[in-house]
């Protein structure tokens, strides 16, 4: 088997939890990292170290008042980023930047072949807006690589898909008049879980009606309702043709994790993952980036990302990819 997938862990992406107690907690990618080398999927794919984002990398995405004032609160290392879930620890700037850094240097690593397809377990912030922290997240790490990708490497259409249990609200809203990035978004209908977002009928707004699809679930669904949304999601997709896909594949949707009612298992992840791949190679000459996301049930997100990059090392790549 080629090793044609990276996955990306390291010290510096450990560091990016609000410590013991919260959540986001620093036992997150030791989870994953074990129940990995226990998969044996280590023999499978080709290891990469993280990188660090410079502020210009960040402030693509982000307003640069809103850096500032993470800096700032880095520095003084207590408060909070928004109204409670995200607090200040010290250099959590450096830690937040170490997200972005790692993410933009595996699109890098994509975009000039290094690899095909890349996975993060720490990555997939989705949550900050563009002047401000939210939900665990301090920078998006998403909306800089959908920067990033347009920037620097010329990307025009891309596919941003989430089936965290949470609306990936801040890249919604930070791309919601942009007809080139399509959103498709499976998550727990916003009636009953944070942010309260992502309504079916939220599709866009301008000239980028249409380009967005938010398919709110109900409490308890499980892998059933799961693969009936996927085939909606899956041509919704297709039809938008992407070159690049991010997956923020998130494991807080698993059945049993503390903060959240879905009741998905690994499968869901899995297929996905797989269907994901398919459309990557017939559209996107196989560019897919897969972002952790949520997960607060350690054997959920050890089993569900593993389950993402078992099918990222194991799917095929299709001879029509262009």
């Known amino acids: 088997m080629d090793k044609d997938v990276c996955v990306y862990i390291g010290e510096l992406l450990q560091r990016y939890n609000f410590g013991e107690g919260h959540p986001f907690g620093p036992l997150r990618q030791g989870a994953f990292i074990d129940e990995f080398h226990r998969q044996g999927l280590d023999r499978e794919v080709m290891i990469g170290e993280p990188g660090m984002a410079t502020q210009e990398n960040i402030e693509w995405f982000h307003t640069p008042d809103y850096v500032e004032k993470v800096k700032r609160l880095s520095r003084a290392g207590r408060g909070y980023l928004d109204y409670g879930d995200t607090p200040v620890f010290p250099s959590v700037y450096e830690a937040a930047a170490a997200v972005v850094g790692t993410v933009l240097k595996a699109v890098d690593a994509i975009i000039t072949g290094s690899c095909r397809r890349a996975f993060i ?171 952790g996301g949520g997960g607060y049930n350690l054997d959920n997100l050890a089993k569900a990302w593993c389950a993402v990059v078992q099918a990222f090392a194991t799917v095929k790549s299709s001879s029509s990819a262009s």
């Open 121 to 291: 377990p720490i990555a997939g912030l989705h949550h900050a807006r563009r002047d401000t922290a939210a939900g665990f997240c301090v920078f998006n790490d998403c909306g800089v690589a959908i920067e990033a990708l347009r920037r620097q490497y010329g990307v025009q259409r891309i596919g941003y898909v989430d089936i965290d249990a949470h609306h990936g609200d801040g890249v919604l809203y930070g791309f919601e008049e942009d007809p080139h990035v399509i959103i498709v978004d499976l998550h727990e209908d916003g009636r009953y879980l944070y942010p309260g977002t992502g309504s079916a009928d939220e599709t866009g707004l301008g000239p980028a009606v249409g380009t967005k699809l938010n398919l709110p679930m109900s409490p308890g669904a499980t892998d059933r309702q799961f693969l009936e949304s996927w085939e909606q999601a899956e041509a919704f997709l297709r039809q938008g043709q992407p070159e690049f896909i991010l997956f923020q594949c998130g494991a807080d949707s698993l059945a049993a994790d503390p903060i959240t009612h879905l009741g998905y298992s690994q499968e869901a992840h899995a297929h996905a993952a797989e269907s994901l791949c398919a459309i990557a190679d017939k559209y996107c000459a196989g560019r897919i980036l897969g972002l």
